[in-house]
């Protein structure tokens, strides 16, 4: 034997040796923790290795401090149920314990598992018997289950019987359903004491609801302070600005018997500004609201609160007032002032947001405005992007998304709308449903769904391209359409495969089938009940005709589908043939016109010569899917 494995055995034996010495020890303690670690100390024997039971125990309270200590007994526990004399501070809980200490026998399974849990502040405990399957009826298992209980409390330092209401009548039903069922089928919770939770006091609170998005973190955690919250958007209804007042809480006790004292509430805040007619006050027990009367952005001069929905400002930039979002449902318009053709009116980088927009200046690199209504007086930078239902705009340069776009001169920038007016065009990209220009240069493209009208064309090299698929809404549009088409073209290839599948099963099974059938009719004309085997086989080949047969109506119900989706692609190519391209002027050379049709994708294509007059220019179809170009002198009645 090994030197590790002697020493092993040898603490075995000292470990039994001491078994055999330890006698039983009876004490009376208000502590079962200090009383066993005590003794593990002087015996010199493992803590782990003791354990107790509970002979006897007694409870005294007193309600004031120069009071006599009372025993708790059947005719005043009643108290301990009511709350107020639960939170008399005074009020003061002993309990006296006699136990047996003991050496822990050999340790075997316990007949059942037993766990307490408590809340934060141990005024609720809750027992959890584990299910146990194996787990026999005995008329000692209810005390078992107390004991073990109460043991777990006092070793918690917390009070046995005395908060412990309905703990006995819990246990009866767990023992009573072992009883019953010889097992415990499932997990059993309940209560094992209550005392009094306390409340926590709340202090007052000045909440700024307006100002929610300033300094707002991204989805990163980082903060933009370019977005500083120059302006704070508000709709009819918001609460604009609450204040909490403040409210004492409730003191509580525990299962410990201790008595849990709440802060008393702190009040820091005051009201000491006013409002306006367009912001309403509420009260109630608890706080105070400020709500707006209608949409705009909150003004503070001196201590006055407002609700504003216009604004003036010199410019939008990072030094004076960061970026704006009002949204652009706010109706809030802000108008700024800056004309210098040097400067910008709308700061690099800015962000403006809301419901109506004008602008003396321009807008700098990279700036981004949305509104419902824009007005530009200045120029885009080629960076910039507008987005606004109706947008005006003196020179742009850059991005410009909307409804309706009114240009007085595109210089290289992009439009995406659905009518686009150009006064002049000197290069850039138009895409619109129609599209207007009146004097149109060079190296402008314009793709249009319904219409390109030119009152005066003065140079080449420009594009002009009648592709729905390309224009805002369209584009959405087709998209889905051909998403949809593939997805039931693909449920039509399964549901054909489907249909051939179980005819080929059917047609395999018919000959069979109708030999039983013979079989059954036999059976019946001489007075037989047929055996359920042959009815079976003959439910379960009705069940395959059907299947096929639901398989075929699924499958006209999808060739339907596929039919309706290429009618509604088919209406669209068909607006292409009502598309126009009018010209009022003469033809320069080497401008491009093109119709792109979606299905099949085909392009016709026409270059211009110069002096060609062709005020209408259309596409026709001259036979089925060959196409041309149409162009007529003359413009239709």
Not at 262 to 275: A, G, L, M, T, W
Request: charged share 35%.
């Amino acid at each position: 034997m090994s030197l590790f494995g002697k020493a092993k055995e040898e603490k075995k034996h000292i470990e039994k040796e001491k078994q055999k010495e330890f006698q039983n020890i009876i004490v009376d303690t208000e502590n079962v923790n200090i009383e066993l670690k005590s003794i593990s100390s002087v015996k010199n024997i493992p803590l782990n290795k003791l354990d107790f039971s509970i002979i006897s125990f007694k409870s005294v309270f007193k309600t004031h401090k120069d009071d006599e200590w009372m025993e708790i007994n059947k005719e005043n526990i009643f108290q301990f149920r009511d709350e107020d004399f639960l939170l008399n501070e005074e009020l003061q809980i002993k309990q006296q314990y006699k136990v047996e200490i003991f050496m822990k026998n050999k340790e075997g399974k316990p007949p059942l598992e037993i766990i307490l849990g408590g809340n934060k502040y141990l005024t609720k405990v809750v027992s959890t018997v584990k299910k146990n399957l194996d787990i026999k009826y005995s008329s000692k298992l209810k005390s078992y289950i107390l004991e073990q209980i109460n043991k777990r409390l006092v070793k918690q330092s917390m009070f046995i019987s005395i908060f412990q209401s309905e703990t006995k009548k819990e246990i009866d039903k767990i023992v009573s359903k072992i009883r019953v069922n010889g097992f415990l089928e499932e997990d059993f919770n309940f209560v094992v004491c209550k005392c009094v939770d306390p409340i926590r006091s709340i202090d007052d609170n000045l909440i700024f609801h307006y100002k929610k998005n300033i300094n707002k973190k991204d989805t990163q955690g980082r903060i933009d302070y370019s977005k500083r919250g120059y302006i704070q958007a508000v709709k009819e209804g918001d609460i604009i600005i609450e204040y909490i007042k403040a409210k004492p809480g409730r003191n509580g006790r525990n299962c410990k018997g201790e008595f849990l004292k709440v802060k008393e509430p702190k009040q820091r805040y005051s009201i000491d500004f006013s409002i306006s007619e367009n912001i309403e006050k509420k009260e109630d027990d608890d706080k105070i609201i400020f709500v707006a009367k209608k949409d705009g952005y909150v003004n503070k001069e001196g201590d006055k609160y407002d609700i504003n929905d216009k604004m003036e400002l010199d410019e939008i930039s990072f030094k004076t007032t960061g970026s704006i979002e009002a949204n652009m449902e706010s109706n809030v318009k802000i108008n700024i002032k800056e004309s210098d053709i040097l400067k910008d009116a709308i700061g690099p980088g800015m962000n403006v947001e809301t419901t109506e927009i004008k602008v003396e200046g321009n807008i700098g690199s990279g700036a981004i405005v949305k509104a419902k209504k824009a007005e530009i007086g200045g120029q885009t930078h080629k960076t910039a992007k507008i987005y606004a239902d109706d947008l005006t705009a003196t020179v742009h340069r850059g991005y410009a998304e909307g409804e309706k776009i009114t240009v007085k001169r595109l210089e290289g920038g992009k439009i995406n709308a659905k009518i686009a007016k150009i006064d002049q065009a000197i290069g850039g990209e138009i895409i619109a449903e129609k599209i207007f220009i009146k004097q149109l240069v060079s190296n402008v493209t314009m793709i249009a769904s319904n219409l390109i009208e030119i009152s005066e064309l003065k140079g080449t090299n420009n594009k002009f391209i009648i592709d729905p698929s390309l224009v805002l809404g369209f584009h959405e549009k087709i998209e889905e359409l051909n998403k949809k088409l593939k997805k039931i073209e693909t449920m039509i290839h399964f549901t054909k495969k489907s249909i051939k599948e179980k005819k080929l099963i059917i047609e395999k099974n018919r000959e069979p089938a109708e030999m039983v059938k013979e079989r059954i009719l036999e059976l019946k004309k001489m007075g037989r009940e047929p055996a359920k085997t042959l009815l079976k086989k003959i439910r379960d080949f009705q069940q395959m005709i059907k299947s096929y047969n639901e398989t075929i109506k699924q499958y006209k119900k999808e060739q339907s589908e596929k039919d309706e989706i290429k009618k509604e692609i088919e209406s669209i190519q068909s607006s292409i043939l009502n598309a126009k391209i009018i010209n009022h002027s003469l033809w320069t050379e080497y401008n491009e016109i093109k119709f792109v049709l979606l299905s099949p994708k085909i392009e016709v294509v026409h270059t211009t010569k110069e002096g060609e007059i062709a005020k209408v220019i259309t596409l026709k179809e001259i036979e089925d899917g060959k196409y041309n170009i149409s162009r007529k002198n003359e413009f239709d009645s």
